[in-house]
């Protein structure tokens, strides 16, 4: 039959005898055997092709390709994240080529992403990723979490290391904190003039230069990007700067009029 004869060609290719073939499809003890005279039902034939990576109806002759029945996912489609191997005409494709495959698909699906986003939330992630851009050439690791929209974002200077909560309740926050986390660590290891950083307000006088350094830095970014706003509360409202830092924004335009 010819159900046997290609259960055993590809249980050849698989390193395997008839009985470990018989024993992980769950057949009755030798049954697999009894394929010589007896040709097998579809269950036991479908649970040898799953074993073999093949299909039933290669097995049983329907067809010359060995390669696996589609297995959709929920969508319909074919999952090509697990370890199964695939076949195209017969021969294996190699796992460098199903790495491209999943290469250009996470391509596409971050674009697909991009593609779905409001052209606020766009704008800000360019800010965000050039803000970690900014901080990267600094040598200043920027770490992103996800945690309790309460807890604040922090850094350990002397480590240069920061790590910000994107879960933050004010989303539109999220890179004003990255900015000011940036500005702690520049501040606190004499990497940028702290007489440009001077304290505007009665705030504590650690995190006020962090404040001013992250509204100077995104103004410059704004700039960079051909947006450069004349009035502090536009400015304010485009790139999510807080309401507890207008005076110093309103300051610092002031000073750069």
């Known amino acids: 039959m010819i159900e046997l004869e290609r259960t055993k060609e ?5 390193k395997m005898n008839l009985r470990e073939v018989n024993d992980k499809a769950g057949l009755g003890r030798n049954s697999i055997y009894n394929w010589k005279n007896q040709r ?14 093949t299909s039933a109806d290669y097995l049983s002759g329907k067809t ?34 199903l790495n491209i495959v999943r290469q250009l698909m996470e391509r596409d ?7 779905d986003m409001t052209t606020a939330d766009q704008n800000k992630q360019k800010l965000i990723d050039w803000l970690l851009a900014y901080a990267k050439k600094r040598d200043i690791m920027v770490e992103l979490v ?14 240069r290391f920061a790590v910000i909560n994107t879960n933050w309740h004010h989303q539109e926050e999220v890179p004003f904190s990255i900015g000011h986390e940036i500005g702690h660590i520049m501040l606190t290891n004499g990497e940028v003039d702290s007489r440009q950083y001077i304290t505007f ?22 700039c960079k990007m051909g947006d450069c706003f004349e009035d502090p509360g536009l400015f304010m409202q485009a790139y999510g700067i807080p309401n507890r830092v207008a005076d110093a924004t309103k300051e610092i335009f002031k000073r750069a009029a």
């Open 10 to 14: 590809l249980a050849k290719k698989y």
């Open 40 to 53: 097998p039902g579809i269950d036991a034939l479908n649970a040898v092709a799953d074993v073999l990576h």
């Open 64 to 97: 010359n390709n060995p390669s696996p029945s589609p297995k959709g996912d929920e969508t319909g489609g074919i999952s090509i994240d697990g370890e199964v191997p695939y076949f195209y005409h017969g021969y294996t494709i190699p796992e460098d080529y």
């Open 109 to 115: 699906i971050k674009k697909d992403l991009l593609n």
């Open 146 to 159: 996800e945690v309790n929209p309460t807890y604040p974002s922090i850094s350990l200077k002397n480590y």
């Open 201 to 222: 307000t009665e705030q504590n006088s650690e995190e006020s230069p962090a404040d001013i350094f992250s509204i100077k830095l995104i103004y410059n970014y704004s």
